[in-house]
């Protein structure tokens, strides 16, 4: 491939017009000037733009992301590194983070999806571990919103396309329509692999004199300025960013995990990151920052897959299935050999000084040279003003006597099946491989996903959650909910949290109501955290999620892992035969605010969300996963949207084999939505042998969880004395057509 | 017994047959160098970019794989594997996008065909197996010349059918033509299907009707004594 010799690339002017048009603001560009003591040159500009980016320095979140809990019993790398790790015993480590790719999914769905798949992929991989589930966590505009159907369409194949590929299973995920995002979808995808405790990479860049080698795909001109794309707010200018997204090479990728994975059981490595946002520049200066080193790159040695690149597009290309390792002194051609072996190539490109400089050379001339810190650690750190909306007392304003309870609540409860939210998701997940290295204990559509541990008893549950609607009318609880809710669905399966990653999407940092909103999720999510014992211990912010001035709902997404010490012993959510006692764990309350009910039913986005007590929300997890432990349940299942009515619906309808009836009544006297569909927290519904009733109340009443048996499985019907009666088959043949009768 | 798993560039459920045959299956030990049956995995050989298995034909390995066949050897082929020994001409017919335009993956019902097979030995004729399938070109096609002469020669094995065992249109899940899940060659050495018999290997999984495939190999191996080199 033709490559520019120094004298033939010019680099444009550094002058107002191009610091204005790589974002700087004009007190970042004289910290720039006082860091370097002189005016950088235009690639200097652009590496400075993309890791000051907000999408690489968290500027703007660094100061409320410190207040999270990152520390506890088994953790073993918290934030910081390319993903979190947690101890599962038995010599391994779970390796889990997730990651949002929303801007890109927008503007080029299919592409867009598969390279947010793929580059957290090689964030777990290139710490050791081999990924062995993937997650994700969807929201679109509303499904009757003329883009929804094809921006669906386009992320669900191209979640499918790469992940099937690479022969990692998709296990569950979940997956939300609002009209809140019908101009910025939300895609966050998660996965989690298995790592030998002693066999942990980091991506540090020690041992100066240590060769920096290049591997994986080539280089190209695609994703440049990526990072800093995610780091702007939408506007009708968008649909021209679509080269800006870059393309994925699922094969490559997969021949890469297998060699780096294959490289990895030598000695031959230091550290090793993966190229992603920002390319070369974020992973040679962030190795570089983690070791305490400088690195120094010889840009002409970078392999091409274009004519005539710049060492600005080479320092800022995100071409996808490319990996920076530092080696072993002397190790350069063993670590050649395996590479050469899965057909990619492994160039040195420079090496490890001591001079803690980022320093780039092209034909011989030096182009870059900038401290290391300057570009990390010392990045610009923003406090940015936080003020909650005068619009919030009005949004949070209901008056339940005004709502209208509907005369035919099954009706209601019908309509409310065939909701896209709450409808089955089949269509999407028979499109992602869920079998794939054969550990799939609980796929897609339970409350949680289960994976067995092979070679052990052990079994892991996986969760993602958040709801935009509870965080947009109340941020602090909305925070709180969205970790209370994933631990309950961790609790339905039978698995204990080991710790949590999150995906935290936002509007625009510089408007203060979005930074109140920010703080405020924040603070709840702390609070959840503290009060579960669950650590988090990576994560990922993507603000800017506006278009034309319009923020999405603030949309925090937690994505959970459990550990099951056997995993046999794990439960799932639907009724398993008749005569099995139903019962509910917790307390229902008399309130719709921000409910799919009044959503769906009266169009209303109100109220304040559902209220709870954290000591409750522990008493009710623990006596779900206790009665687990003693092999006492059939079935549980967590209330969520839709409320009582629709979980146990879920109850009948959703496991693979025919429905099954229940007649249940609960007691709590309220008006017959609310007790329906209502979205009280902290609920579980279980189903249990009669034998069994009296030591699950033992267990509850120990545990301090209001307990109540409210019915019995059987019949062909869901009886809920005296709202509804109606047959399983037709509740069932309507929630799980909703969503492909609407996509057609 | 002695089982050869082939890796090709983006295999992915090598692993998954490997800790199958190896985990939930018993059988006799066997003398290194020989193999009784090689087994192609499902996955993206070669990145599946160009046509399902089209590229992995003509790996070098292929050429022994074929060789093998040809003396007697047993060969599984399952889902990409299936693929690449249509392209491969070991198995009669073609594999192409699943009507729906999707990937799918789900549980399927089949129905044995055919007993007097090394792969379906050890099952009924009629018997019902639930297995996963996970494809985008599982759609099965061939020539109406070649389709009569799989059913004179008996060599459709399994089929996909409801869970009553009817070949009803909606248990036909990617519109293979006249159902049909998985083929083997004349000389019934060569078997390729579309399920996935080693994701349904034990109970935890969901099931372990595909055991029923791999025991058949064994019991098959162990009555006739049937291996060949593989060079």
Redo the contacts between chains.
């Keep these: 491939m033709a490559r520019l010799s120094a004298k033939q690339f010019p680099q444009p002017p550094v002058n107002a017009d191009t610091i204005a048009s790589h974002g700087f603001s004009k007190e970042e560009y004289q910290r720039i000037v006082q860091i370097l003591e002189r005016e950088p040159n235009f690639t200097e500009l652009g590496v400075f733009s993309v890791m000051w980016s907000e999408h690489c320095s968290y500027k703007s979140s660094k100061i409320h992301l410190k207040l999270l809990p990152t520390d506890g019993p088994a953790v073993l790398q918290g934030p910081g590194e390319n993903a979190g790790i947690v101890d599962i015993g038995n010599g391994l480590a779970a390796v889990f983070k997730m990651e949002s790719h929303n801007h890109p999914s927008f503007i080029e769905p299919y592409q867009g999806a598969a390279t947010g798949v793929g580059g957290i992929l090689r964030d777990i991989f290139t710490m050791g571990a081999r990924p062995i589930a993937s997650l994700n966590s969807l929201r679109f505009g509303a499904i009757d919103h003329p883009r929804t159907p094809y921006l669906l369409s386009g992320v669900v194949s191209g979640i499918g396309g790469y992940g099937n590929c690479m022969g990692v299973p998709t296990v569950g995920g979940e997956l939300l329509f609002d009209e809140s995002y019908n101009a910025n979808i939300l895609v966050n995808a998660f996965t989690l692999g298995i790592v030998e405790k002693k066999r942990i990479f980091t991506g540090q860049a020690k041992g100066v004199g240590n060769p920096l080698i290049y591997v994986g795909a080539k280089t190209g001109r695609d994703g440049i300025h990526g990072a800093t794309m995610a780091s702007e707010a939408f506007s009708e200018e968008s649909e021209k960013r679509r080269p800006t997204v870059q393309v994925g090479d699922p094969f490559t990728e997969k021949l890469l995990l297998e060699a780096c994975l294959e490289l990895m059981k030598g000695n031959c490595l230091v550290g090793i990151q993966d190229m992603g946002a920002a390319g070369l520049t974020s992973s040679a200066a962030e190795m570089a920052a983690r070791g305490g080193t400088g690195v120094e790159l010889d840009l002409s040695r970078v392999p091409l897959r274009e004519r005539g690149m710049t060492p600005y597009e080479l320092l800022l290309s995100e071409s996808q299935e490319r990996m920076l390792l530092v080696a072993k002194k002397g190790k350069e051609e063993q670590v050649k050999r395996v590479f050469e072996r899965w057909d990619l190539d492994a160039v040195v490109v420079g090496k490890v000084t001591r001079d803690r400089l980022f320093r780039a050379f092209f034909d011989g001339v030096e182009v870059v040279r900038i401290p290391v810190a300057a570009l990390t650690s010392e990045a610009p750190v923003y406090n940015r003003p936080a003020e909650r909306a005068q619009s919030q007392d009005e949004v949070q304003r209901l008056d339940l006597e005004k709502i209208e309870e509907p005369a035919d609540l099954g009706g209601t409860l019908k309509r409310l099946l065939d909701s896209p939210n709450v409808a089955s998701k089949e269509w999407v997940f028979r499109q992602y491989d869920h079998y794939v290295r054969s550990n799939t204990v609980v796929a897609p559509g339970a409350d949680a996903a289960v994976i067995r541990i092979k070679g052990t008893e052990k079994g892991l549950a996986l969760t993602v959650d958040g709801n935009g609607r509870y965080c947009y009318l109340d941020p602090y609880v909305g925070g709180i909910l969205a970790v209370a809710e994933a631990a309950r669905n961790l609790a339905c399966v039978g698995a204990r949290p080991l710790g949590l990653t999150d995906c935290l999407n936002f509007g625009s940092p510089e408007r203060p109501e979005v930074m109140w909103q920010f703080s405020q999720v924040i603070q709840g999510m702390r609070d959840a955290c503290i009060a579960l014992g669950v650590p988090v211990v990576s994560g990922n912010v993507s603000f800017y999620n506006e278009t034309d001035g319009v923020p999405i709902y603030p949309t925090p997404t937690v994505g959970m892992v459990g550990l099951l010490p056997k995993v046999a012993r794990h439960v799932t959510p639907w009724f398993k035969s008749p005569g099995d006692i139903v019962v509910l764990l917790g307390r229902s309350r008399e309130e719709l605010g921000g409910s799919e009910y009044l959503k769906i039913i009266h169009g209303l986005t109100r109220g304040t969300p559902p209220w709870i007590d954290l000591r409750l929300e522990r008493a009710v997890q623990q006596s779900c996963l206790k009665a687990i432990d003693k092999g006492l349940l059939c079935s549980a299942h967590d209330v969520s949207d839709g409320g009582l009515g629709v979980a146990l619906a879920e109850c009948c309808i959703s496991g693979p084999d025919k429905p099954l009836g229940a007649r249940v009544e609960p007691r709590e006297m309220m008006r017959g939505d609310a007790r329906l569909f209502g979205e009280s927290q902290s609920r579980i519904i279980v189903s249990l042998k009669g034998k069994d009733l009296n030591r699950l109340r033992e267990i509850a009443e120990k545990e301090g969880a209001p307990i109540q048996a409210i019915g019995e499985v059987g019949g062909s019907r869901l009886v809920v004395h005296p709202l509804v009666r109606l047959p399983v088959d037709e509740l069932k043949s309507i929630w799980s057509s909703s969503l492909e009768r609407r996509l057609k | 017994m002695r089982w050869g798993v082939i890796v090709f560039?983006?295999?992915?459920?090598e692993?998954?047959v490997y800790?199958?045959l190896k985990n939930n299956l018993k059988q006799k030990e066997r003398l290194a160098g020989r193999f009784d049956c090689i087994v192609l995995p499902?996955?993206?050989s070669?990145?599946?970019?160009l046509r399902c298995g089209a590229m992995a034909r003509f790996s070098p390995i292929m050429q022994g794989v074929v060789e093998f066949a040809q003396k007697g050897g047993l060969v599984l082929g399952i889902c990409n594997g299936f693929q690449i020994l249509c392209e491969a001409g070991l198995l009669p017919g073609a594999l192409t996008r699943n009507t729906t335009l999707?990937?799918?993956?789900?549980?399927v019902f089949l129905r044995l065909e055919e007993t007097d097979t090394p792969f379906t030995c050890a099952g009924k004729k009629g018997q019902l197996l639930k297995l996963?399938i996970?494809h985008?070109e599982g759609c099965y096609y061939a020539d109406a010349t070649t389709l009569e002469r799989l059913h004179k020669n008996r060599q459709v094995l399994v089929r996909y059918v409801d869970a009553r065992g009817r070949t009803t249109p909606v248990a036909n899940p990617n519109g293979s033509l006249d159902h049909i899940a998985g083929v083997c060659n004349e000389g019934r050495n060569v078997f390729g299907l579309m399920p996935?018999p080693?994701?349904a290997?034990?109970k935890?999984?969901?099931g372990e009707d595909g055991l029923k495939i791999f025991s058949s190999v064994i019991e098959a191996c162990d009555k006739q004594g049937k291996s060949a080199w593989l060079d």
């Design positions: 560039p983006g295999s992915c459920d692993q998954d800790d199958c499902g996955g993206f070669y990145g599946d970019y999707q990937f799918i993956c789900r549980q996963p996970k985008g996935h080693e994701d290997g034990e935890i999984l969901g």
